[in-house]
């Protein structure tokens, strides 16, 4: 029986243009190994990966290359980034396929039953040349101070 070797992100420095994510697995017996992945920033931003999925995907090359590669420092390799951002594409056109399409009135003359054409029935607009004055009246008996 085998278990599912976790990593855990440690942290992450910039070399260069190389972000460097270390990534730790806790083994057989608590022995924890320390494993490295970099991933170089000007070759995301050519192949539309987002900043934040970066860790995730080199956790996923991790544990891909762990059970093939006995070595502890990896390299994002930009035919994996091209494979990743087809793979992202691909996965976007067959959700745009499943959306289902947006709901359209049965009627293109929806609500003219209450609406009148010509606008009549509604109240008359007034122009910006018109002014109103208010009146003010006091009643009587009182006096201004």
Known sequence: MTEKTQFTLTGFTQQGEFRVFTFENAGAKNARTEFSVRANLSLIRKYAIQLQELPL????????LLSSEVAH??????????????????????????RKP???PANTNLGSAW???????????????????AHVTRPTGMVAK
Not at 57 to 64: A, F, G, K, V, Y
């Open 57 to 64: 995907l080199c956790r996923s090359l991790l544990e891909h």
């Open 102 to 104: 947006p709901r359209r």
């Open 115 to 133: 609406r009148d054409e010509r606008g009549a029935g509604l109240p008359a607009q007034t122009s910006p040349t018109q002014t109103f004055s």
């Open 73 to 98: 420092a990896f390299t994002f390799t930009e035919e994996e980034m091209a494979a990743h951002a087809t793979n992202a594409a691909t996965a976007k056109r067959e959700a745009a396929a499943r």
